[in-house]
């Protein structure tokens, strides 16, 4: 139990991860899919944050005239950056999917994937 309490964030990530996995394969409606498709995408960032900070390191930037440092006094930044361009991915993803909506909507008068489906028989 205590295991569980002191990962407390990862099990926080994996419920926003079935409730976004919920939403895209339960729901008709295209919009809450879409939606689905972000909160599922933000658990995995919110993840690799996470997995990226540790309790007391710093930063790692070297000082002047520094020669000889610890790698396990600095923290990772790689997943950091990775997830900073994963964010512009997530975003620009979610524009072209709502803009694809607006056309299926025009287009079907609908958002519901049983009408549409429907419709294109």
Request: charged content about 15%.
């Amino acid at each position: 139990m205590e295991f569980i309490i002191g990962k407390y964030n990862y099990c926080l990530y994996i419920c926003l991860m079935m409730i976004g996995f919920y939403a895209m394969i339960g729901k008709r409606n295209l919009v809450k899919k879409l939606i689905g498709m972000n909160i599922f995408q933000t658990s995995i960032i919110l993840y690799f944050i996470s997995i990226g900070s540790k309790k007391g390191a710093t930063i790692p930037i070297v000082e002047h005239g520094q020669q000889v440092f610890q790698v396990s006094q600095y923290i990772n930044p790689l997943p950091h950056v990775l997830m900073l361009t994963a964010i512009v991915v997530m975003v620009s993803t979610f524009g072209v999917a709502l803009a694809l909506l607006l056309l299926i909507h025009r287009r079907y008068k609908t958002l519901e994937e049983d009408e549409i489906l429907k419709l294109r028989r």
